[in-house]
């Protein structure tokens, strides 16, 4: 199996390269797997599409998912040739796979210029102190809606 894993992640290598030298944006590519195939593939599409939540890991689970239907990829299996930044390890999660494999690490990301930190800081930061400004208005408005949904007999629950 180790060769199957080392196959899957040149792929996502192959993808991260690719996007890159054509211009679509930073050097990271995904795949997803199920049982032992590739089902969809991603690459970075920020700075083509101008969608700064184009990254690998999300473009590649977005086409899983709608090639299979589903909104979970538990029977799947993500490798992705950059550790995940915030946004796309909370993606992973959402997606619930079985287990994600990752070429470069987060340090070697920063070390080229995509450095996370800040947002794995920010996340600590107590909300009123954070850099972009949060402030919370019409909360009892929108609770109205959260009530709904818990009351709500026909929901699909994720």
């Known amino acids: ?87 796309c390890l909370g993606a992973i999660y959402w997606a619930r796979p079985k287990k994600v494999y990752y070429g470069c690490n987060k340090q070697d990301a920063a070390d080229i210029a995509f450095d996370d930190q800040f947002i794995y800081d920010e996340i600590e930061t107590p909300i009123n102190q954070r850099k972009i400004p949060f402030q919370q208005v019409a909360q009892k408005d929108a609770l109205e809606v959260f009530k709904a949904w818990a009351n709500k007999l026909d929901k699909t629950e994720y």
């Open 1 to 87: 199996m180790e060769n199957r894993h080392v196959e899957f992640m040149q792929r996502a290598i192959e993808l991260a390269r690719a996007g890159m030298d054509s211009g679509a944006g930073g050097p990271f590519g995904a795949v997803v797997v199920r049982d032992n195939q590739i089902i969809a593939e991603g690459w970075n599409k920020v700075t083509s599409t101008n969608d700064p939540t184009a990254h690998a890991e999300v473009t590649a689970i977005r086409a899983a998912c709608e090639k299979l239907g589903t909104f979970q990829l538990d029977d799947c299996v993500i490798y992705t040739s950059c550790e995940p930044c915030p946004m």
